[in-house]
């Protein structure tokens, strides 16, 4: 083909709010980019492209003007336009198929760890997991104090401290103390882009490839993926009525790191670790220098009592750090968490936070701080707590009603969510398929299962719905649909 022919073929578009010229520029550069159009041939002139193209000559001298500008083409007036004869492009022969070099050891880690985490997809219904529920948030009064802090801009809108908003800080440090008996001062405090981030930077600043991990299986898959990130060896521990199995850790696993649990609400299986289990697992930290991270996220939501107080505030060896986050109190698109660390490890951490992002954004700290110092806040987890009460009832109640030969319910005094085992022993992945065919969402509870879980930590089967995040009406007609999908499996 001819440079006239290559360049009739281009595909302008007529309709596009894109302007002609900018299209001709683009697909002109792309190309020559791509080899296309190569260095050293001469272009049509601006009068016969303008011709070739159906386009005024405005349209041509603009996109000729630009490529010029970038140094895509060359010439003198009279000598005609040629594409730059320096470009070091050659003509590819196909397209690129994978990557030009493969990805680092870390790379191929960090692209397997987070493979078998799913995220939510599309508007919200039955029985969506671990999402509160966005119909009780005040979204008019957090744009009014978000709006006030536009309104009045000042210097913490620059770069900010690390560690986060030094009033956040505080207001969270008074509510931890007070409301998840968590021991600690404002300094031990840092704001983290969720608390994912929080489980990241802990595991790169405290492991060493290959170190031993406890986690529990099944549990949260998010908290694993920085782990396999970090090359750590994830080490799975089975979880009994009584919360993560100690011993089992301690027979298979006694040279482990560091411990992930969620003592307070085990994800999914929604047991409690006992006071002796977190007594004894304090003291084999201690005595094994490993670090236990407490995983603390929705446990304000306790319908049975009030909530439980945190493993951290019973260690006097400094060998917890707690990790919160926001996802849940208020909804998990604010990304905003916190960690509380030892003392000693909040300077590291600091340090390591601002290497990873500076700072996370400032202005939803800013406006956290004023819904918390104003009240919202502990209105806001009162008012959620009873909603989501109702909430749960009415799905016990229905399952009791109308699936209780189908289902056994686990502990339900905690939380968003409420795993079920199923009495027969069938296909749960099938049958979570089957019940969003027909616009329900389900967990099966495989998916929580470590992809590296040892026999022992096999659950039978069962599904985790999700509550919180929906009216009782919606949840009356997934139970409906559930129901129906479990008669058509007998
Ligand atoms: C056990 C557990 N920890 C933490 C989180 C919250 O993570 P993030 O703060 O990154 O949203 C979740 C969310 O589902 C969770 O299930």
Same mark, same amino acid.
């Given at each position: 083909?001819?440079?006239?022919?290559?360049?009739? !073929?281009?595909?302008?578009?007529?309709?596009?709010?894109?302007?002609?010229?900018?299209?001709?520029?683009?697909?002109?550069?792309?190309?020559?980019? #791509?080899?296309?159009?190569?260095?050293? &041939? =001469?272009?049509?002139?601006?009068?016969?492209?303008?011709?070739?193209?159906?386009?005024?000559?405005?349209?041509?001298?603009?996109?000729?003007? =630009?490529?010029?500008?970038?140094?895509?083409?060359?010439?003198?007036?009279?000598?005609?336009?040629?594409?730059?004869?320096?470009?070091?492009?050659?003509?590819?022969?196909?397209? /690129?198929?994978?990557? &030009? #070099?493969?990805?680092?050891?870390?790379? !191929?880690?960090?692209?397997? %760890?987070?493979?078998?985490?799913?995220?939510?997809?599309?508007?919200?219904?039955? *029985?969506?997991?671990?999402?509160?529920?966005?119909?009780? *948030?005040?979204?008019?009064?957090?744009?009014? $104090?978000?709006?006030?802090?536009?309104?009045?801009?000042?210097?913490?809108?620059?770069?900010?401290?690390?560690?986060?908003?030094? /009033?956040?800080?505080?207001?969270?440090?008074?509510?931890?103390?007070?409301?998840?008996?968590?021991?600690?001062?404002?300094?031990?405090?840092?704001?983290?882009?969720?608390? =994912?981030?929080?489980?990241?930077?802990?595991?790169?600043?405290?492991?060493?490839?290959?170190?031993?991990?406890?986690?529990?299986? +099944?549990?949260?898959?998010?908290?694993?993926?920085?782990?396999?990130?970090?090359?750590?060896?994830?080490?799975?521990?089975?979880?009994?009525?009584?919360?993560?199995?100690? %011993?089992?850790?301690? %027979?298979?696993?006694?040279?482990? #790191?560091?411990?992930?649990?969620?003592?307070?609400?085990?994800? +999914?299986?929604?047991?409690?670790?006992?006071?002796?289990?977190?007594?004894?697992?304090?003291?084999?930290?201690?005595?094994?220098?490993?670090?236990?991270?407490?995983?603390?996220?929705?446990?304000?939501?306790?319908?049975?009592?009030?909530?439980?107080?945190?493993?951290?505030?019973?260690?006097?060896?400094?060998?917890?750090?707690?990790?919160?986050?926001?996802?849940?109190?208020?909804?998990?698109?604010? #990304? $905003?968490?916190?960690?509380?660390?030892?003392?000693?490890?909040?300077?590291?951490?600091?340090?390591?936070?601002?290497?990873?992002?500076?700072?996370?954004?400032?202005?939803?700290?800013?406006?956290?701080?004023?819904?918390?110092?104003?009240?919202?806040?502990?209105?806001?987890?009162?008012?959620?707590?009873? %909603?989501?009460?109702?909430?749960?009832?009415?799905?016990?109640?229905?399952?009791?009603?109308?699936?209780?030969?189908?289902?056994?319910?686990?502990?339900?005094?905690?939380?968003?969510?409420?795993?079920?085992?199923?009495?027969?022993?069938?296909?749960?992945?099938?049958?979570?398929?089957?019940?969003?065919?027909?616009?329900?969402?389900?967990?099966?509870?495989?998916?929580?299962?470590?992809?590296?879980?040892?026999?022992?930590?096999?659950?039978?089967?069962?599904?985790?719905?999700?509550?919180?995040?929906?009216?009782?009406?919606?949840?009356?007609?997934?139970?409906?649909?559930?129901?129906?999908?479990?008669?058509?499996?007998?």
């Amino acid at each position: 083909m001819n440079t006239s022919d290559i360049l009739a !073929a281009l595909p302008l578009d007529r309709n596009s709010p894109t302007p002609l010229f900018r299209q001709l520029y683009t697909q002109v550069r792309a190309a020559i980019l #791509r080899g296309v159009l190569t260095p050293g &041939m =001469q272009l049509p002139p601006t009068r016969a492209l303008c011709v070739l193209l159906s386009v005024s000559r405005q349209t041509v001298l603009n996109a000729y003007d =630009q490529l010029f500008a970038e140094g895509f083409l060359s010439g003198t007036v009279g000598k005609g336009t040629f594409i730059s004869s320096h470009l070091p492009i050659s003509a590819r022969k196909s397209a /690129p198929r994978g990557l &030009m #070099r493969p990805l680092s050891q870390r790379g !191929a880690d960090y692209a397997q %760890a987070m493979k078998y985490v799913g995220h939510h997809k599309g508007k919200l219904r039955a *029985f969506r997991v671990s999402m509160p529920g966005l119909d009780l *948030f005040p979204f008019d009064i957090w744009s009014r $104090l978000e709006g006030r802090r536009w309104r009045h801009p000042d210097h913490h809108l620059g770069y900010s401290d690390p560690a986060g908003y030094a /009033p956040l800080r505080e207001l969270l440090c008074v509510y931890l103390r007070a409301a998840r008996g968590v021991n600690c001062t404002p300094d031990q405090v840092v704001i983290t882009t969720g608390s =994912q981030q929080g489980l990241y930077l802990l595991t790169q600043l405290l492991l060493a490839p290959g170190d031993k991990v406890w986690v529990e299986s +099944p549990g949260y898959q998010g908290a694993s993926a920085p782990l396999f990130a970090a090359g750590a060896q994830v080490c799975t521990v089975p979880v009994d009525a009584d919360g993560m199995d100690l %011993a089992y850790g301690m %027979a298979h696993y006694p040279d482990a #790191r560091m411990v992930l649990t969620t003592p307070s609400h085990q994800l +999914p299986l929604g047991v409690t670790m006992t006071l002796q289990r977190r007594l004894e697992l304090l003291r084999w930290a201690a005595a094994n220098k490993a670090w236990i991270i407490e995983d603390d996220y929705d446990s304000e939501y306790r319908y049975t009592g009030p909530p439980l107080a945190s493993l951290q505030g019973l260690d006097n060896a400094d060998c917890t750090v707690y990790v919160g986050t926001l996802s849940k109190v208020m909804f998990p698109g604010l #990304r $905003l968490g916190y960690i509380v660390a030892p003392p000693a490890l909040v300077d590291p951490l600091v340090r390591a936070k601002s290497v990873m992002d500076r700072h996370t954004a400032i202005i939803p700290q800013m406006v956290l701080a004023d819904f918390m110092a104003d009240g919202h806040f502990g209105r806001h987890i009162k008012r959620t707590r009873e %909603a989501y009460g109702e909430r749960r009832l009415t799905l016990l109640n229905g399952i009791a009603a109308t699936l209780a030969d189908e289902l056994v319910c686990g502990p339900s005094d905690c939380g968003l969510d409420l795993c079920v085992h199923l009495r027969r022993a069938l296909d749960e992945e099938k049958l979570a398929q089957a019940v969003l065919a027909a616009g329900v969402e389900v967990r099966p509870l495989s998916y929580y299962a470590s992809r590296v879980a040892t026999p022992e930590c096999a659950v039978g089967p069962g599904l985790v719905l999700g509550f919180s995040a929906i009216a009782p009406a919606e949840i009356a007609h997934g139970l409906a649909v559930l129901a129906k999908v479990l008669r058509a499996a007998r």
